[in-house]
Every structure is written in C-alpha cells, then in structure tokens.
C-alpha cells in the first residue's frame, strides 16, 4: 500500500475517465455504496471498471447504481457472483430528492465519476450533468490542446532562464 505525504495511506480510486468528455458536470454528491466483503477488497486492489455506469432511482425512493463492474477477488470462491449487479447508493434524504427530480422532471443523466475510500468506508462521487454535443466535445479539446501548449511554453521559458 502506497503511502502519501501526510503518512496515510492512498488507496486507488477508480475514475470514470469519459465523464468530463461526453458530460458537462453540473453539481455533485458524495454517496456510500453497499458493497459484500469481497467486492471491497476488489476495490481496494482497484478491480472496477464504472465507465458505462449510470444511476437510477426506484419507486420507493432509492438509488442504485447500475453497469459498474467490480470484478471478483480471486481469492473468493463465490460461483454466484454477479460483476455488474445493482448496487444500493446512501445519500441523505434531500440529496436523494434532489437527484430524483433532476432523473424524472429534468431528464438529466446522473452518473458516477469516481470510487474511492474514505477511511474504511468505499464512496462513490456522483454527478447530475447534461450531454455534450459533438462541437462542445471539440471545444473542450481545443480548450485543453491550448492550455497544454500554453504550459509547455512556461516550462521552455523557466527551463531556459536556470
């Protein structure tokens, strides 16, 4: 286990790396997630893959997160295990509510940008975002194309100036 520089421990986190690509993130939430034994020391051996997960609520107004991959640990013998089951997220109530209506009314897209430990506790950062169309996708790009030029040319400046 990696250490970081306050003496705690760095877990890995698994991030959703086509979030910011294909979705503009309007506001996010810090969810727990019910995970099985197993599937918590996947986790921390960083077996998940969330790039085509999405949340959905039900009727009794839960929220499960849907298509997240957590691969079984293969020190675990469980011939029933299902990699992409639901899983239950655990919000506050008036979180809840809020994403509820940003799923029904607003038709918003709610998905997962990272899982990541807090403590001993796996959390789930999720997003309520809006689509990106094909000519906003290649604005971002531009975007950072020139932010990445721009930093190049700092580092040639000061790298030339020592």
Same mark, same amino acid.
């Given at each position: 286990? *990696? ?5 705690? #421990?760095?877990?890995?986190? $698994?991030?959703? *790396?086509?979030?910011? =690509? &294909?979705?503009?993130? &309007?506001?996010?939430f810090e969810a727990g997630i019910v995970?099985?034994? /197993? ?10 893959? $969330? #790039?085509? /997960?999405?949340?959905r609520g039900n009727r009794l107004g839960?929220?499960? @997160? ?7 640990? *293969? ?7 299902? =990699?992409?089951?639901?899983?239950? @997220?655990?919000? =506050? ?5 809020? $994403? ?7 038709? #918003?897209?709610?998905?997962? @940008? ?10 789930? &950062? $999720? ?20 932010? !990445?030029?721009?930093? !190049?040319?700092?580092?040639? !400046? ?5």
């Amino acid at each position: 286990m *990696k250490k970081s520089s306050d003496g705690k #421990s760095a877990e890995r986190e $698994i991030r959703n *790396k086509r979030a910011f =690509h &294909d979705y503009f993130v &309007d506001e996010t939430f810090e969810a727990g997630i019910v995970l099985r034994g /197993a599937e918590v020391k996947s986790l921390r051996a960083g077996h998940a893959q $969330i #790039s085509d /997960a999405f949340v959905r609520g039900n009727r009794l107004g839960e929220l499960f @997160l849907y298509n997240a991959e957590i691969a079984g640990y *293969k020190f675990c013998d469980d011939a029933e295990y299902n =990699h992409t089951r639901p899983r239950k @997220l655990l919000l =506050h109530s008036s979180e809840i509510k809020k $994403i509820l209506v940003a799923l029904e009314r607003d038709r #918003s897209p709610v998905i997962p @940008l990272k899982i990541f430990f807090k403590g001993n506790l796996a959390k789930v &950062d $999720i997003a309520i975002c809006r689509g990106k169309k094909l000519f906003d996708k290649r604005e971002t790009l531009k975007k950072k194309e020139a932010l !990445r030029d721009a930093e !190049r040319a700092m580092s040639m !400046r000061t790298r030339g100036m020592q």
